[in-house]
T-cell receptor
Framework: GAGVSQSPSNKVTEKGKDVELRCDPISGHTALYWYRQSLGQGLEFLIYFQGNSAPDKSGLPSDRFSAERTGGSVSTLTIQRTQQEDSAVYLC???????????????FGPGTRLLVL | KNQVEQSPQSLIILEGKNCTLQCNYTVSPFSNLRWYKQDTGRGPVSLTIMTFSENTKSNGRYTATLDADTKQSSLHITASQLSDSASYICVVSAGNAGNMLTFGGGTRLMVKP
C-alpha cells in the first residue's frame, strides 16, 4: 500500500513481558516519528528518526523503551518489562523526502493498540 | 515548559452548523502550528500547517487562523457534516528544525443530524 503501516494492529501482553512494535513508513520518507496516545489523553511524542539516526529521543518515557530503524525504512519500538501504564495506542508517522523541514506533512499509520494485563 | 491547550474539550453541534475550535500555546521557539483530524480508531490526518508569517489557511470547509502575537489559533468548520465528527488536535512545532512537537489534548466534535 501507499500509506504508513504498523503491526500488529492489536497486542495483548502480560505485565513484565517484552513487546516489539513495527512501523513501515511510506517508501522514500526519511523522517519517522513514534507517538503514544493513552486512553483519553492527547498524543505524546516519543522519538524521531532522520534516516537511521535518532537525533531526538527526549520523549521516551523510561529506559524500558527503545527504538531502532534500519536501512532508513522499517522501525521497531521495543518496550521491555511492560507495565500496565504502557497500555496505549502507539502511532507511527513518516514525512516527505528531503528530511523533516518545518513544513513537512506527517502521514500517520493506523497505530498499534497495546494492552498490558 | 511547552504547552498546548485546546478548548472546548468536547462539542456537539447540529449538521449544517458552523463551529470554531480554539488552541492556545506556549511554545518557544515557535516553528509552525498544525491542525489534525483524527477519526476514532484511525491515525491523525493533517488539515493545515501554518508558519509564523501566516494568519489564515483554508482546506475546504476548514479554515485555520493564527495569531502569533497572542499565541492563539482557531479552526473554523463551516457547514458541518456528519463526517466531521472526530477529534481535532492542535500541534505546535518548536525548534529550528520544527521537529519538537507539542500536542494539545484535542477537541472531540460530534455532529448530529
Amino acid at each position: 500500500g501507499a500509506g504508513v503501516s504498523q503491526s500488529p494492529s492489536n497486542k495483548v501482553t502480560e505485565k513484565g513481558k517484552d513487546v516489539e512494535l513495527r512501523c513501515d513508513p511510506i517508501s522514500g520518507h526519511t523522517a519517522l516519528y513514534w507517538y503514544r496516545q493513552s486512553l483519553g489523553q492527547g498524543l505524546e511524542f516519543l522519538i524521531y528518526f532522520q534516516g537511521n539516526s535518532a537525533p531526538d529521543k527526549s520523549g521516551l518515557p523510561s529506559d524500558r523503551f527503545s527504538a531502532e530503524r534500519t536501512g532508513g525504512s522499517v522501525s521497531t519500538l521495543t518496550i521491555q518489562r511492560t507495565q500496565q501504564e504502557d497500555s496505549a495506542v502507539y502511532l507511527c508517522a513518516s514525512s516527505s523526502p528531503g528530511g523533516a523541514s518545518p513544513l513537512e506533512t506527517q502521514y500517520f499509520g493506523p497505530g498499534t493498540r497495546l494492552l498490558v494485563l | 515548559k511547552n504547552q498546548v491547550e485546546q478548548s472546548p474539550q468536547s462539542l456537539i453541534i447540529l449538521e449544517g452548523k458552523n463551529c470554531t475550535l480554539q488552541c492556545n500555546y506556549t511554545v518557544s521557539p515557535f516553528s509552525n502550528l498544525r491542525w489534525y483530524k483524527q477519526d476514532t480508531g484511525r491515525g491523525p490526518v493533517s488539515l493545515t500547517i501554518m508558519t509564523f508569517s501566516e494568519n489564515t489557511k483554508s482546506n475546504g470547509r476548514y479554515t485555520a487562523t493564527l495569531d502569533a502575537d497572542t499565541k492563539q489559533s482557531s479552526l473554523h468548520i463551516t457547514a458541518s457534516q456528519l463526517s466531521d465528527s472526530a477529534s481535532y488536535i492542535c500541534v505546535v512545532s518548536a525548534g529550528n528544525a520544527g521537529n519538537m512537537l507539542t500536542f494539545g489534548g484535542g477537541t472531540r466534535l460530534m455532529v448530529k443530524p
